[in-house]
């Protein structure tokens, strides 16, 4: 197992434990290092740093933002970030609260289609998250009895195509990007091997991003090769992590997928060299804010 974890949630998004708890999982699996990365909130980071210092775990705090691009749901990576980072501070605010407009909508749609469950039913579930998703209205759909596990309420309910279902609202890839790098962060392209795509250059043409994640439990040894050859064309750091949320599976237990500790270094590099930005200048900018709404 690699010593350097850099794909993990929490309960601040849609993990099953606390960031403190997280942490604690991780020092005890033997990690070096790990990195909390939550969906599109910052909310946990500060209780994470502090159970890392406390037991002497290296710490990056970042987050996992979404993007849609080409009707696609990708995923950015983003290390090195702060709470009060700024510009992707509010940038992710936003996005909170689009998180909870989609899952009110998700909720009336379903109730629309027959299916009994209330918003507060979902709430509930969320305990707390600042970033309500998906996952949240699946586990809610568990616990009332419309579907036996979570891969039922997807596939029945909430997956794409069934009735529950509502495309996510994000920003722009190059707001993100902007965002990120202005904030001290280092942007990584997230588990391209997941989004089912024969040409992924092509999405991500002129985006201004610091690294790829080439380990993911959904890569196959093929993904890992050719996402290794993009990283030394383009002079990326390779990172990895086991996307873990607090569920042991056969390909997903934390630190599963992680990196050696030298990953570290790359990201440090990239976040100390990366060319002065501000805040009018485009970091690759893409189409404009897509909404299926």
Same mark, same amino acid.
């Given at each position: 197992?690699?010593?350097?974890? #850099?794909?993990?949630? @929490?309960?601040? @998004? ?6 403190? +708890? ?19 909130? #910052?909310?946990?980071?500060? +209780?994470a ?16 933002? @979404? ?6 749901? #990708?995923?950015?990576?983003? =290390? ?10 509010c940038?992710?605010?936003?996005? +909170? ?15 629309a ?13 969320? $305990? ?15 616990? &009332? ?7 039922e ?11 529950? =279902? ?8 190059? +707001?993100?990007l902007?965002?990120?790098? *202005? ?5 990584? #392209?997230?588990?391209?091997?997941? =989004? ?13 991003? $610091? ?30 992590? @086991?996307?873990?949320?607090?569920? *042991?599976? !056969? *390909?997903? =237990? ?8 030298? !990953?570290?270094?790359?990201? &440090?590099?990239?976040?100390?060299t990366?060319? &002065? ?17």
């Amino acid at each position: 197992m690699r010593r350097v974890d #850099l794909h993990i949630h @929490s309960s601040a @998004s849609d993990g099953l434990f606390s960031p403190r +708890e997280v942490v604690r999982r991780a020092h005890g699996a033997g990690l070096e290092a790990m990195a909390l990365t939550d969906h599109d909130t #910052l909310a946990g980071l500060a +209780e994470a740093a502090r159970e890392a210092g406390r037991l002497r775990l290296g710490f990056v705090p970042g987050c996992e933002i @979404s993007i849609v691009q080409r009707d696609l749901d #990708l995923h950015l990576l983003a =290390y090195f970030v702060e709470p009060d980072s700024g510009a992707l501070a509010c940038l992710l605010g936003d996005m +909170e609260e689009r998180r909870r407009e989609r899952v009110r909508e998700m909720v009336r749609r379903l109730q629309a289609a027959g299916v009994r469950l209330t918003e507060d039913e979902v709430w509930v579930q969320a $305990g707390g998250s600042r970033s309500v998703g998906r996952m949240h209205v699946a586990r809610a759909l568990v616990a &009332a009895g419309h579907a036996l596990t979570l891969e039922e309420a997807f596939g029945r309910f909430i997956g794409t195509d069934n009735p529950g =279902y509502v495309p996510k609202r994000t920003p722009a890839a190059g +707001e993100v990007l902007e965002a990120v790098w *202005n904030s001290g962060g280092v942007p990584v #392209l997230a588990h391209p091997g997941i =989004y089912g795509v024969d040409d992924p250059d092509r999405l991500i043409a002129g985006w201004d991003l $610091g690294g790829v994640e080439a380990f993911h439990p959904g890569h196959a040894a093929r993904d890992e090769e050719r996402f290794l050859a993009w990283a030394a064309r383009r002079g990326w750091v390779v990172t990895g992590g @086991s996307d873990w949320h607090g569920e *042991n599976r !056969a *390909n997903g =237990y934390i630190g599963c997928r992680g990196v050696d500790p030298s !990953a570290l270094d790359g990201l &440090a590099r990239k976040r100390r060299t990366a060319p &002065a930005r501000d805040q009018g200048q485009s970091a690759g900018r893409t189409d404009p804010e897509r909404s299926a709404g």
